[in-house]
């Protein structure tokens, strides 16, 4: 069964460096989120994304955040200068449908900022 | 907030024991979606109720949706020491171009 994957599962990094976080969705859908989980709090909304461009975005998701389609099959998201506060598990999902379709979440990336 | 919001915050049942977890939101939705967490894991899509959807069934899993009340229901049966994890409901607005909402989860504990 196809599914969402994401790169690496595990990022320390020192804070004000950058750190680019990567998924490959699944390859039919068109339309990919960003969600991160602070731990032991809520899942929250990053962005959602669709034909290259954002099409929404969270008061979450600053000018320190920024999301890419490089290529046919990845979709990134990066962090220009990381804060303690950015510590959190990061999902990325993909959905065949924008406002009705199921999301398929990825594994996470844990971030631990130091 | 429209977020959706689950109870109980805990549940602790036997094996073979029914396991229902409730969820409410407070505006109008297009439809609601379950999922499941296990611990530090990634989110399990389990089932998706559309808003103009009553009941939906999924092997052992039942969701059902009450948009008069804006709450949900999902009933987990014969439950197994494996369905031990968390539950969200999340919701998704007509306005939105699919942003969802989650709720805080209740954490399901199946003792074998």
């Known amino acids: 069964e196809p599914e969402v994957t994401q790169t690496p599962s595990h990022q320390v990094t020192q804070m004000g460096q950058e750190v680019i976080l990567r998924c490959v969705p699944i390859s039919n859908h068109l339309y990919f989120y960003w969600y991160r989980q602070i731990l032991g709090q809520k899942v929250e909304f990053l962005v959602s994304f669709y034909n290259n461009e954002i099409s929404e975005k969270s008061e979450i998701f600053d000018d320190q955040f920024s999301v890419e389609r490089p290529d046919g099959s990845n979709f990134t998201l990066k962090i220009r200068s990381t804060k303690l506060e950015d510590s959190a598990m990061y999902f990325c999902a993909s959905s065949e449908e924008g406002l009705i379709g199921e999301q398929y979440f990825g594994p996470g990336t844990r971030l631990t900022v130091t | 907030s429209q977020q959706g919001e689950e109870d109980p915050q805990a549940l602790s049942i036997q094996e073979g024991e029914n396991a229902t977890m409730n969820c409410s939101y407070k505006t109008s939705i297009n439809n609601l979606q379950w999922y499941r967490q296990n611990s530090g894991r990634g989110l399990v899509h389990l089932i998706l109720?559309?808003?103009?959807?009553r009941e939906k069934h999924s092997g052992r899993l039942r969701v059902t949706l009450d948009t008069s009340k804006k709450s949900s229901s999902l009933l987990i049966t014969a439950s197994r020491a494996a369905d031990t994890a968390s539950y969200f409901c999340?919701?998704?607005?007509?306005?939105?171009?699919?942003?969802?909402?989650f709720g805080r989860g209740t954490q399901l504990t199946v003792w074998p």
């Open positions: 109720i559309r808003s103009n959807e």
């Open positions: 999340a919701t998704r607005r007509g306005s939105t171009l699919g942003r969802l909402y």
